[in-house]
């Protein structure tokens, strides 16, 4: 049965307006020191201080801070905080599968919007799925994110909080290794990071950007461009200028092998057809066997899913190192779609198969807290506190 954990710590609890060092760099770092005094000649050493204590030891205060002196360390505490986001739920599905829903700091117009994102464990990895927007600019029919319309772009630092929190959560830091010493058996619980989550990354370039070199820095968060994963519905001018300068692996969210069914289900794609979407694809920078592009495919009832599709698909991908996501399609309240039996699946991925195409069915995970793909939708818009309390206690 589901659980959700109401009983959070304080440290969580975000409503201060001292501005946050998370998401800096450590340039950035640099310049916010010499607001608080710190002399030019010792500023890049403390930036490198400041850097190693939150990226790599993942402190929440400047107090933990310990070659840092007392004086330096209570001008940070007064000027600027380390906070993360706060909890509002936090909910642990029957399959392991954990969803935050997160309620963000004041915006320049004081509101606190909130997003969601999701921990996956494996036995031999650790997913956790971010969000880049609150919201979605785009509207696809199949997705209930796309339900709720673009309300902002999330910064750098919410974007990296995420990743932050959820380490917190799970105890995933280097010093958090005698309180969970059973990590999966690639040694960390959180060893992959895919931006499919509330959003369209590429309308947020420069913070996902920003983000994202944060996360893979050997010497802070140290995740590999590898073990990273940016989901696009297929921004097109947005793409090789992301293999340019982010460099992380590719998802396509395809969905449909014709233009009258992917704008159905994917209305960018009347902006930036099919034809165009796998050129992109084609010339993204370090394409290859080793640097794989994922395509992810919802199996919708027919709707996509017949044998043609399955043939299409495998014309559509020639030339591209490819691999398929086959995604059962996730339920949600009031979705005109149901999920295509799994014979029919197992028939598509036999196509794809056959053709050299890596095409692994998805297992749904987190469906019973509306955690998996396709389901993340700020709380905000579909619990307002009487029901809230409802779920709470459906939940206990």
């Known amino acids: ?116 994102c999701v921990y996956i464990p494996e036995e031999d990895r650790g997913t956790l799925c971010i969000s880049s927007q609150v919201g979605c600019t785009l509207t696809c029919t199949f997705c209930h994110t796309g339900t709720q319309t673009l309300v902002r772009n999330l910064t750098a630092e919410e974007i990296v909080g995420q990743l932050m929190l959820a380490r917190d959560r799970i105890k995933d830091w280097p010093d958090d290794l005698a309180a969970n010493p059973q990590p999966p058996s690639s040694g960390r619980y959180i060893t992959n990071v895919v931006l499919m989550g509330m959003g369209e990354p590429l309308y947020n370039f420069d913070h996902v950007k920003e983000a994202m070199e944060i996360a893979s820095d050997g010497e802070g968060l140290s995740l590999s461009k590898r073990r990273i994963t940016l989901s696009t519905s297929g ?63 919802v199996m919708l009832k027919d709707v996509n899913d017949s044998l043609a599709d399955a043939k299409r698909l495998v014309k559509l991908l020639e030339g591209i190192p490819a691999k398929v996501n086959l995604i ?9 779609y149901e999920c295509s039996d799994w014979e029919t699946i197992e028939a598509f991925a036999e196509v794809l198969n056959r053709a050299g195409y890596a095409s692994p069915v998805r297992t749904p995970r987190g469906r019973d807290i509306m955690a998996a793909c396709g389901q993340l939708k700020s709380e905000s818009q579909r619990l307002r506190a009487k029901e809230r309390a409802a779920a709470q206690a459906s939940l206990a």
């Open 1 to 116: 049965m589901a659980t959700l954990i109401s009983s959070l710590p304080e440290r969580y609890i975000q409503n201060d307006t001292r501005p946050s060092l998370v998401g800096l760099s450590r340039e950035a770092l640099a310049d916010m020191l010499g607001r608080i005094g710190v002399p030019e000649k010792q500023r890049r050493m403390r930036a490198n201080q400041l850097w190693h204590w939150i990226y790599h030891k993942g402190v929440t205060s400047f107090a933990a801070m310990s070659n840092v002196s007392k004086d330096l360390r209570a001008k940070l505490d007064e000027a600027f905080q380390i906070a993360r986001p706060e909890i509002v739920t936090e909910q642990q599905s029957n399959d392991g599968t954990r969803k935050w829903l997160l309620r963000l700091a004041p915006d320049e117009r004081g509101q606190r919007h909130e997003i969601e």
């Open 235 to 297: 921004v097109v001018p947005e793409i090789g200028r992301a293999g340019d300068e982010i460099g992380t692996m590719l998802a396509i969210s395809l969905h449909g092998t014709t233009d009258e069914i992917r704008n159905k289900l994917v209305p960018l794609n009347k902006k930036y057809p099919i034809a165009e979407l796998l050129d992109a694809c084609r010339n993204y920078p370090g394409v290859s066997n080793a640097r794989r592009i994922t395509f992810e495919y």
């Open 328 to 336: 059962p399609f996730n339920p949600w309240p009031g979705t005109q």
